[in-house]
């Protein structure tokens, strides 16, 4: 599947659907709805090309646990036309250095905004 079906397919859903509930968390405590994730998703896209211009083709590494908020990101990344690095939390901080090095990576996503 293309980059740009996945995108298309989630906005397809933020447009039909945006109260129905997209993620549960695993414990089932949190839902997130497809309007909620598309606006996380859209705000860590503007702050991506706002950090990295309209250059494309980068590498940005997304040092987050798996969660909404990883996918978030890495729709994201993909919106802004970039790939993403999947960097584990539990990687020991040499691995991390190592990656961003050889990835020549400009900015990684550690964080929420």
């Known amino acids: ?14 447009n039909t659907t945006p109260d129905k509930v997209m993620f549960v968390d695993e414990n089932g405590t949190r ?10 998703t859209q705000k860590i896209a503007a702050l991506v ?5 309209r250059r494309e083709r980068l590498f940005v590494p997304i040092y987050l646990k798996d969660s909404m908020e990883y996918f ?14 999947h960097m584990g939390v539990s990687f020991p901080p040499e691995r991390v250095a190592y990656i ?14």
């Open 49 to 53: 090309s706002q950090r990295l211009g």
């Open 1 to 14: 599947m293309e980059t740009k079906d996945c995108l298309n397919i989630i906005q397809s859903f933020v």
């Open 100 to 113: 961003m090095q050889h990835c020549e990576a400009e900015l990684m996503i550690d964080g929420l905004v």
């Open 31 to 40: 839902q997130t709805s497809y309007a909620e994730f598309w606006a996380l």
């Open 72 to 85: 978030a990101a890495e729709m994201a990344v993909w919106m802004t036309g970039n790939a993403t690095v």
